[in-house]
């Protein structure tokens, strides 16, 4: 739906969630639920206690695999490399949670390494799941 619509829907439980442009749903979803709709690899959702900068009423952070910056932030170990040809996915474990992300195609990352990461264009989201926040999309 994503490449062959101009506007799609996102149906939660039979009600519409929301609509807008496959663009629009992916960088600015409106719940926790329309934003695990869209994306492979899925979004990363996480305690949002887990990076510092987080609004004082998101419970969850999401961040998309292309939205984990590496380099600095708290450190995470890599526990699989995916190697796809055009793209590398890194699987990774941080105090007890797992992570996808994006990285170079020529990494030279192994299963063992630690990486530090932190959310870039993060999403947060309260106790029942609603986006909370401004500005913190791409």
Same mark, same amino acid.
């Given at each position: ?13 039979? $009600?519409?969630?929301? @609509?807008?442009?496959? $663009?629009? &749903? ?10 695990? /709709? =869209?994306?492979?690899? $899925?979004?990363? =959702?996480? *305690?949002?206690? =887990? @990076? ?8 969850? &952070?999401?961040? /998309?695999?292309?939205?984990?910056g590496q380099g600095e932030g708290q450190p995470a170990e890599v526990t699989r490399v995916e190697h796809l040809g055009d793209q590398t996915r890194l699987h990774l474990r941080l105090e007890g949670h797992? &992570? ?14 630690? &990486?530090?990461?932190?959310? /870039?264009?993060? =999403?947060? @989201?309260?106790?029942?799941?609603? $986006? ?5 999309? *791409?």
């Amino acid at each position: 739906a994503m490449t062959m619509a101009t506007h799609v829907g996102v149906l939660d439980q039979g $009600r519409l969630a929301q @609509f807008g442009t496959p $663009r629009e &749903i992916y960088e600015s979803p409106v719940s926790q639920y329309v934003a695990s /709709r =869209l994306g492979l690899p $899925r979004i990363n =959702l996480l *305690p949002a206690g =887990l @990076f510092p900068g987080a609004p004082s009423a998101a419970k969850t &952070i999401g961040m /998309r695999p292309e939205h984990v910056g590496q380099g600095e932030g708290q450190p995470a170990e890599v526990t699989r490399v995916e190697h796809l040809g055009d793209q590398t996915r890194l699987h990774l474990r941080l105090e007890g949670h797992d &992570i996808v992300t994006l990285t170079d195609v020529h990494t030279t990352h192994q299963p063992g390494d630690r &990486i530090a990461i932190a959310p /870039r264009a993060a =999403l947060y @989201f309260d106790a029942a799941g609603a $986006r909370i926040g401004q500005g913190d999309g *791409p």
